[in-house]
């Protein structure tokens, strides 16, 4: 894929995620419900209990901020995210914080941890290189769907 490709389809996705309002009702913000994810499916079976403390536990220590070179590890703080494997509290707090937005409790259409899981573009995906088996997704998704609650 060439530069100017890049570019455009980031470009694209970053005012698709400005846009998002939010709401998966739509209409508030400036692209509403078009900027976020269809409809997901939340009768789908989860691999654990969709809580935040499996998910920290069986997802975000082992692949996002477990030591060495992992993407948001205290040595790694990629996008200025610190999801540290030994502080479960300032991680949730990381995830649902307005500088990073990733997490809109009650919305996962419109939150950006989801569309990035759930993204087939190379270079927006996470985890990298470690994609979610679907009961995993589902895991997360209803977490997010029921309130996103610690």
Request: charged share 20%; with cysteine.
């Amino acid at each position: 894929m060439n530069a100017m490709v890049k570019v455009a389809r980031s470009a694209f996705m970053l005012a698709a995620l400005l846009a998002c309002d939010g709401s998966s009702q739509g209409g508030a913000g400036m692209g509403g419900a078009d900027a976020c994810l269809e409809p997901l499916d939340l009768e789908c079976t989860p691999s654990y209990s969709p809580t935040y403390d499996q998910i920290f536990t069986r997802r975000i220590v082992p692949t996002c901020g477990a030591g060495g070179t992992s993407c948001h590890g205290p040595s790694g703080n990629k996008g200025n995210l610190t999801l540290d494997p030994n502080d479960p509290d300032a991680a949730y707090s990381a995830l649902l914080e307005a500088d990073h937005g990733l997490v809109v409790p009650g919305d996962p259409e419109c939150s950006v941890m989801i569309q990035r899981l759930e993204s087939d573009d190379l270079d927006f995906v996470m985890p990298v290189r470690q994609p979610l088996m679907p009961g995993e997704l589902c895991s997360i998704r209803k977490w997010v769907a029921n309130g996103a609650q610690r």
